[in-house]
């Protein structure tokens, strides 16, 4: 039987913070057509920050997506690839956990990856997308970094460009999300050490990015400072 990328891989993974890979239900020319997880992940991470519970910890869940991400990174003998985060790619648990979803663009560290790589999803992704020609773990990091600005600021990234070659003409060029288009809430330390987080993580080079546990240990040092927040008026 043909098995696609995200369940070759999902199926092997096993981790709190990685959503359960239940089974799949099999189409026309016994294709797999869909993947099923269970019913207690009612939203996604916008979804839960936005309209079920915007006073989330938001730390918290972006630290859980994190640990999910290191076991990735990590993962024996083979390092993955999630390829595609984004806040939707979070899912939140009744009991209020993250957990990472969708591994329809995973791959092993080593795999070559076959595909368009700086478009690799609808509309809705093209706040996400990145400057690199290869998945790697510097992918993920960059789209954790953008995740991270979003949960913070209550904004997307270059949220102010309505047209998508716009927008993704900005990110090939190397510009950053600016400061004055994500306020966010917070002590001055913590402000500042946020915006040196997320400029290492959109660095240009996927090399120069630092680690996932590196950047869980980096938000774990920013809400020891009390931590950032959207203005009060998003």
């Not at 989330?56 to 390092?79: K, M, W």
């Not at 368009?116 to 400057?131: G, S, W």
């Not at 050490?193 to 993580?201: A, M």
Request: glycine share 6%; net charge positive; with cysteine.
């Amino acid at each position: 039987m043909y098995f696609p990328r995200d369940v070759s891989i999902w199926k092997r993974v096993n981790h709190p913070r990685i959503t359960p890979f239940i089974g799949y239900t099999k189409g026309f020319n016994d294709r797999i057509s869909f993947c099923s997880v269970t019913l207690r992940r009612p939203a996604n991470l916008r979804a839960y920050t936005t309209i079920i519970n915007p006073q989330a910890d938001r730390f918290t869940l972006l630290c859980q997506a994190l640990e999910g991400l290191v076991y990735l990174h990590t993962f024996s003998p083979r390092p993955i690839v999630h390829g595609a985060l984004k806040p939707e790619n979070i899912l939140v648990t009744d009991e209020g956990n993250a957990e990472l979803c969708t591994f329809g663009y995973a791959k092993f560290r080593d795999e070559v990856y076959h595909g368009e790589m700086k478009d690799p999803q609808p509309r809705d992704y093209y706040h996400y997308i990145t400057p690199d020609d290869d998945l790697t773990r510097g992918t993920d990091i960059y789209g954790i970094g953008l995740t991270i600005l979003y949960a913070l600021s209550g904004k997307d990234a270059w949220h102010h460009l309505a047209k998508p070659m716009a927008l993704k003409m900005a990110v090939w060029n190397g510009q950053l999300p600016k400061r004055a288009d994500h306020p966010m809430e917070g002590s001055e330390a913590a402000v500042e050490k946020t915006w040196g987080l997320l400029k290492s993580c959109c660095h240009m080079s996927p090399n120069q990015r630092p680690s996932a546990q590196k950047v869980l240990d980096e938000l774990l040092a920013i809400k020891a400072l009390g931590g950032v927040r959207p203005p009060t008026s998003n």
